[in-house]
């Protein structure tokens, strides 16, 4: 499913564009942690003012104020660093500063196309939001994909469409039930699936285990034996690096954890495991941390896992912003095929194969 990219624009010599970017870049106190949403969006930039656009103003959200201002989310980081990047692009506050915009509604779409003949969305990372500035500008402009998330589309929809085999997604992070859906979807296409992170307790309470002070997600145990017994195989840590809940006492225990201790890693015995499964793989997608990385004492799962995706000999893919902040923590994010803007949207995409944000592109009156 294709959507109209920057060719398909009628002449933009002299127009006024509306440029939709995914500028949430993480702030500690004011100050940009990783810039990368903002880079990633220069070659868009790039081709608009090379094609002679009159003005480009961007806009985004930044955090998630409540409708009103919030000046812990002001854009004005983001503005200096677009201005150093991109200078001569005009930024609008925060959009989420707008009840209008994650309420879609129309009044709010009026004001942002006012004054501009095209609209282009780059904001790959929110796509799967049904916002006013995602859905709403593309109905009422001659309206493309920006670069960043035509590239997402054809990465994404490639492993959905062409995986080279064998095919490996890893998942990790906390929950089960915020994955269910992606997890299911990716079962239907890969040939193995292995998981790590915070969701690998509810897998092993399901086969049996004690999961001792786990991350456990009791209503989804049944879910989780259902999907162990289909019919492809889900890798599962065969070891865990624990800690007492009540001290700083830390080691690695098998599959069974004991009363009192909390999983927070997966084990060196799983790590190496895991890693075989993703060297050999055609094609990888990984999602979500393997333990609480950001401790160094729980870090080396997550660290064996980004280490095999870079070893990898096949089309490597990472999701998510944990995932994404791990690989260049270890400084192995310029040795995967593509990082992802996007964490949600990356696997709304996976799971759906759709996106509002993309409906609305191929809804534009330039849509062929
Ligand atoms: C993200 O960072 O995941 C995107 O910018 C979307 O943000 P949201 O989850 O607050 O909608
Ligand atoms: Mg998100």
């Known amino acids: 499913m294709s959507v109209p990219q920057l060719e398909d624009l009628p002449d933009p010599r002299g127009r006024h564009v509306?440029?939709?970017?995914?500028?949430?870049?993480?702030?500690?106190?004011g100050r940009i942690d990783d810039d990368r949403r903002i880079r990633a969006t220069l070659p868009t930039i790039e081709w608009l003012w090379q094609h002679g656009v009159a003005t480009i103003t961007a806009c985004s959200h930044l955090g998630r104020p409540k409708g009103k201002p919030d000046?812990?989310?002001?854009?004005?980081?983001v503005r200096a660093r677009l201005a150093e990047l991109a200078p001569g692009v005009e930024l609008l506050e925060n959009l989420r500063f707008d009840p209008g915009e994650e309420r879609n509604d129309p009044a709010f779409v009026d004001r942002?196309?006012?004054?501009r003949d095209l609209s282009v969305n780059d904001a790959f990372g929110a796509s799967h939001r049904a916002h006013a500035s995602i859905?709403?500008?593309p109905a009422r402009l001659p309206s493309a994909a920006g670069r960043l998330l035509a590239r997402e589309v054809e990465v994404l929809g490639g492993l959905l469409q062409s995986p080279r085999r064998p095919f490996v997604a890893v998942l990790g992070g906390a929950k089960v039930s915020e994955k269910?859906?992606?997890?299911?979807?990716?079962?239907?296409?890969?040939?193995?699936?292995?998981v790590g992170g915070g969701m690998c307790f509810t897998f092993l309470a399901a086969q049996g285990h004690e999961v001792g002070d786990s991350l456990l997600e009791i209503d989804q145990?049944?879910?989780c034996r259902e999907l162990l017994a289909g019919p492809k195989p889900i890798l599962l840590p065969s070891d865990i690096v624990a800690a007492r809940a009540d001290g700083d006492d830390v080691r690695t225990v098998g599959r069974d954890l004991p009363k009192g201790w909390r999983g927070l890693d997966i084990g060196p015995g799983t790590a190496a495991e895991f890693a075989d499964a993703v060297i050999e793989a055609g094609t990888v997608f990984w999602n979500g941390p393997m333990g609480v990385f950001e401790?160094?004492?729980?870090?080396?799962?997550?660290r064996a896992v980004a280490e095999a995706v870079a070893a990898c000999g096949g089309f490597t893919v990472v999701g998510g912003g944990d995932s994404a902040s791990a690989l260049a923590r270890f400084g192995l994010d310029d040795r995967v095929d593509h990082v992802s803007t996007g964490g949600g949207a990356s696997l709304e995409y996976l799971e759906k194969g759709d996106l509002p944000g993309l409906a609305a592109l191929r809804g534009a009156s330039n849509a062929r």
Request: zero cysteines; aromatic letters at 6%; charged letters at 20%.
């Open 295 to 302: 401790d160094e004492r729980f870090a080396a799962g997550t």
């Open 180 to 194: 269910l859906g992606v997890i299911r979807a990716l079962l239907a296409r890969v040939d193995t699936l292995v």
């Open 135 to 137: 859905v709403g500008p």
């Open 18 to 29: 509306l440029l939709r970017a995914d500028f949430n870049v993480p702030l500690t106190a």
């Open 221 to 223: 145990v049944d879910t």
């Open 112 to 115: 942002l196309v006012a004054g």
């Open 71 to 77: 000046a812990r989310y002001s854009m004005e980081p």
